[in-house]
């Protein structure tokens, strides 16, 4: 049983559509992160969320801790085929246990 | 800048082989982690070494052993391979301890069990 679920797995959109992606797990986690991961490549830090009902802007992404620590969403505005790639999110149990998320694989078309 | 180098890049293994995934970080960081990615279930945590002489189990530890040889080097071993084990494995590292920080991750090793 994986900790922290991802929905959707699969999203297809078009250019200039919004979305949204959901981590969500049962348990309390210290912190928060998302990644996003390009084909043939290691996933790379996109935010850290680390106090419940914190909100993180990127540019056209908005990260949100839930106010239990229990689960987070990544919104993007106005998707872009830039955007492409497979989002997960990770949280942290104790100091050093990294758990990822299941993952959402985003296509955004031209 | 090398960052975080896992080799090889790709292995076709029989089933009932042995082989150790290589990784290798110079940012001197303290803990590195070794995952599995299998579709559909995101990447799933196998060992990880919070310093220099230590490691710990993760997710799912079951077939593999690990070897954190300096803070440098972190490998992973699969004694007897099997099929379930096919699946891209990355390396990754964090620069200290606490929750807040990122991980960097090596390019991943793509290995095939047949």
């Known amino acids: 049983t994986q900790l922290l679920e991802q929905s959707p797995q699969f999203l297809s959109i078009q250019e200039g559509e919004n979305l949204t992606v959901y981590c969500n797990s049962s348990s309390v986690f210290s912190s928060l992160q998302w990644y996003r991961q390009e084909p043939g490549e290691g996933p790379v830090l996109l935010v850290t969320v680390v106090t419940g009902g914190e909100v993180k802007k990127l540019k056209r992404l908005t990260f949100q801790f839930g106010d239990a620590r229990k689960d987070s969403s990544l919104h993007i505005t106005a998707a872009q085929p830039g955007d492409t790639g497979l989002y997960l999110c990770?949280?942290?149990?104790?100091?050093?246990?990294?758990?990822f998320g299941t993952g959402t694989r985003l296509k955004v078309l031209a | 800048n090398a960052g975080v180098t896992q080799t090889p890049k790709f292995q076709v293994l029989k089933t009932g082989q042995s082989m150790t995934l290589q990784c290798a970080q110079d940012?001197?960081?303290?803990?590195m982690y070794w995952y599995r990615q299998d579709p559909g279930m995101g990447l799933r945590l196998i060992y990880y070494s919070a310093s220099e002489g230590t490691t710990d189990k993760g997710e799912v530890p079951n077939g593999y052993n690990v070897s954190r040889l300096n803070k440098r080097e972190f490998s992973l071993r699969l004694e007897s391979a099997a099929p379930s084990q096919t699946s891209v494995y990355f390396c990754?590292?964090?620069?200290?301890?606490?929750?807040?920080?990122?991980?960097?991750f090596g390019q991943g090793t793509r290995l095939t069990v047949v």
């Open positions: 940012m001197n960081h303290n803990s």
């Open positions: 990754a590292s964090r620069p200290m301890e606490g929750s807040n920080t990122e991980a960097f």
């Open positions: 990770a949280g942290v149990r104790g100091t050093y246990k990294y758990i």
